[in-house]
């Protein structure tokens, strides 16, 4: 894996977020892995081993390196200069001492509109060391980057820090999306978390919409942002750019 990124043989794929009008706002920035031999590497494969070889704080700054190259080079490109992207952490990476130093030494770099940056976390992350994390979000928070809960509702939300942590949005689980239809409660719990998003003055993202009845009976309990194979899924920034004006 070290091989592989000195090859570079990891490349970012990109899949459209949108909103109500079915215009893309932004995207989320995922690893893919091209071996010479192997082919594509499925991510489900190659994370677990990045995260306990302990290549993820590599690899993990090496995709937000690459987003970051990204939102500059759209910075001065009309129709794209207001994208935002997302990119999803590793707890290993949080936990870093310099977490806060690498993330904005990345920004300094690049000359990347932190405005533009949106960092993803995920409930399982939050399990240690709370109030260690609340204060690096709040200093990167303080620097324009936004932050959004990914997987929310599947791990052991507390709404004691829930209402404590510098978040911008929450994000509903595609396993809720998924039966949103035909499982009553999977369909309540949807609508709950766009309450209590409201609520908390927070924004909220469904992922894993498939179909207009997912993203219309989402849009019926308030849930305006969207990403999932209705709207496209992860493809090279090349293929993602043309979509931008579809």
Known sequence: MRAA?????????YQPQVNHHGMVVGAEALVRWFHPVKGMVSPGQFIPLAEETGMILSLGQWVLRTACLQLADWEHKPGFNQLTIAVTGSAKQIY?????ERGLRVL????????????????SML????????VK?????????????????????????????????????????RDLL???????IAKTI?????????NVIAEGVETMAQRDRLAVHGCFTYQGYLFGRPVPIEDFSLSVFD
């Open 5 to 13: 990124l000195r090859d570079e043989e990891f490349c970012v794929f």
């Open 96 to 100: 870093q001492n310099d977490y806060v």
């Open 108 to 123: 300094e770099e690049t000359g990347a509109n932190p405005a533009r940056l949106k960092l993803e976390l995920t409930e």
């Open 127 to 134: 399990l240690q060391d709370i109030e260690d994390i609340i």
């Open 137 to 177: 979000m709040t200093l990167l928070r303080r620097r324009g980057i936004s932050f959004s809960l990914d997987d929310f509702g599947t791990g052991y939300s507390s709404l004691a820090y829930l209402k404590r942590l510098p978040l911008d949005q929450l994000k509903i689980d595609q396993s809720f999306v």
């Open 182 to 188: 035909t499982d009553p409660n999977d369909n309540e």
């Open 194 to 202: 766009v309450t209590l998003a409201e609520s908390l003055n927070l």
